[in-house]
T-cell receptor, first 112, second 113 residues
Framework: KNEVEQSPQNLTAQEGEFITINCSYSVGISALHWLQQHPGGGIVSLFM???GKKKHGRLIATINIQEKHSSLHITASHPRDSAVYICAVEADSGGSNYKLTFGKGTLLTVNP | KAGVTQTPRYLIKTRGQQVTLSCSPISGHRSVSWYQQTPGQGLQFLFEYFSETQRNKGNFPGRFSGRQFSNSRSEMNVSTLELGDSALYLCASSLLGTPYEQYFGPGTRLTVT
């Protein structure tokens, strides 16, 4: 069974701080996703990665396949970054069908 | 381009009833996935449809079913509702499935009383 563990569960930061959210998983995967969920429920896909590193604006996602670990970094955090960040993995099934296993999420609050 | 739409947005049902939720994917997308989100279990995968065929299924009882139409619109049905079915139900569409990006709808908030 594929377990996805995120840490920390809750994170409070001051505006401008550098933030790191971690995700560990237990089985081989074909891809890892980072999602953002704002109050009210809407989910936005931030990154999908299977190796290395991706950057989009102030957000950076890295993955280490050998260590089964990924990190999401937010540079120069801003109150609008306040949201729940969710890590999800696709088991390595060899197909093109989506079947994601999710972490419990990290609630980030950025204070001005 | 219109995003993923879900109807209804909010729904209140009584235990034992059944419910049907609808999802309209982004135009041109052929893969539709359904997820359940509860405070206790978080997000869980229900099933994925592609070209009117269920391609994958999560670990949910048979009371949860779905289908996809030729225009890629999808419906999800839950029969004999239980209190524990109260949740946010999200659908997401993708062009062809992984590794194409998924786009999520706003969700349907189901409350079972």
């Amino acid at each position: 069974k594929n377990e996805v563990e995120q840490s920390p569960q809750n994170l409070t930061a001051q505006e401008g701080e550098f933030i790191t959210i971690n995700c560990s998983y237990s089985v081989g995967i074909s891809a890892l996703h980072w999602l953002q969920q704002h109050p009210g429920g809407g989910i936005v896909s931030l990154f999908m990665l299977s190796s290395g590193k991706k950057k989009h604006g102030r957000l950076i996602a890295t993955i280490n396949i050998q260590e089964k670990h990924s990190s999401l970094h937010i540079t120069a955090s801003h109150p609008r970054d306040s949201a729940v960040y969710i890590c999800a993995v696709e088991a390595d099934s060899g197909g093109s069908n989506y079947k994601l296993t999710f972490g419990k999420g990290t609630l980030l609050t950025v204070n001005p | 381009k219109a995003g993923v739409t879900q109807t209804p947005r909010y729904l209140i049902k009584t235990r034992g009833q059944q419910v049907t939720l609808s999802c309209s994917p982004i135009s041109g997308h052929r893969s539709v996935s359904w997820y359940q989100q509860t405070p206790g279990q978080g997000l869980q995968f229900l099933f994925e449809y592609f070209s009117e065929t269920q391609r994958n299924k999560g670990n949910f009882p048979g009371r949860f079913s779905g289908r996809q139409f030729s225009n890629s619109r999808s419906e999800m049905n839950v029969s004999t509702l239980e209190l524990g079915d109260s949740a946010l139900y999200l659908c997401a569409s993708s062009l062809l499935g992984t590794p194409y990006e998924q786009y999520f709808g706003p969700g349907t908030r189901l409350t079972v009383t």
